[in-house]
C-alpha cells in the first residue's frame, strides 16, 4: 500500500490537471471556437442542417434576411463548390455576458460543380476576406450567430446574385 505522502501529492497533481483541462474545455471563448469549428466542418461537409445550428432561430441582419433566407442561400452555394475547405485565422473574441464578437481573417477553396465530370477539368478557387466579424449570443447553452458586422449592401447582393446564376 503506498503511503499518504505520496498519494495526496498525486490527487492533487492529478485535480490541477482536471481543472486546467475545464478551464481550457469550458471557457466561452473555448465554446465558441468550437462552435465556429462545427459550422465550418458542416460547410466542408455540405451539412446545411449544421450550418442552420449555428444560425439563431431569431436570425435577422440589416438587410431583413432572417434564418430561412440564409439557409436557403447556402444550400445553393453548398449545391454549386464542392470539396470546400476553409481556414480562419487572426481569430480574436470578445466575451460580455452571454454575447461574444469574433474578428478573423478567412481563407478558403472549393471546385466549381459544374466543373466536375466526365471530360471536364476541376475549376479550383481560392478566396480570401479579411476583417470578418461575427455577433454571436448564447442561448440554451450554446453560442449562435445573431449577426455579421462588416458588409455592406454592395457586398451582401453580389454573393448571392452569383449564387443563383445558373439555377433553374
Not at 460547410?43 to 444560425?55: M, P, Q, R, T
Request: proline share 4%; glycine share 6%.
Amino acid at each position: 500500500m503506498r503511503s499518504p505522502a505520496k498519494i495526496i501529492p498525486l490527487l492533487i497533481a492529478l485535480l490541477v490537471l482536471v481543472l486546467i483541462i475545464n478551464h481550457c474545455y469550458c471557457t466561452p471563448e473555448a465554446q465558441v471556437k468550437r462552435a465556429l469549428r462545427a459550422a465550418i466542418k458542416a460547410a466542408e461537409k455540405d451539412d446545411v442542417a449544421g450550418i442552420s445550428n449555428f444560425i439563431a432561430d431569431d436570425y435577422r441582419d440589416q438587410f431583413g434576411a432572417d434564418k430561412a433566407t440564409w439557409v436557403m442561400l447556402i444550400g445553393l452555394a453548398l449545391q454549386q463548390w464542392k470539396d470546400i475547405n476553409i481556414k480562419i485565422v487572426q481569430l480574436k473574441i470578445k466575451i460580455i455576458g452571454d454575447q461574444a464578437t469574433t474578428t478573423f481573417a478567412v481563407i478558403g477553396e472549393a471546385t466549381s460543380a459544374a466543373s466536375l465530370g466526365p471530360g471536364k477539368i476541376p475549376d479550383r478557387q481560392t478566396y480570401q476576406r479579411a476583417n470578418v466579424t461575427l455577433q454571436l449570443a448564447r442561448q440554451q447553452d450554446r453560442w449562435v450567430l445573431v449577426n455579421f458586422g462588416d458588409l455592406n449592401a454592395q457586398e451582401w447582393t453580389s454573393p448571392a446574385a452569383g449564387l443563383l446564376e445558373g439555377m433553374p
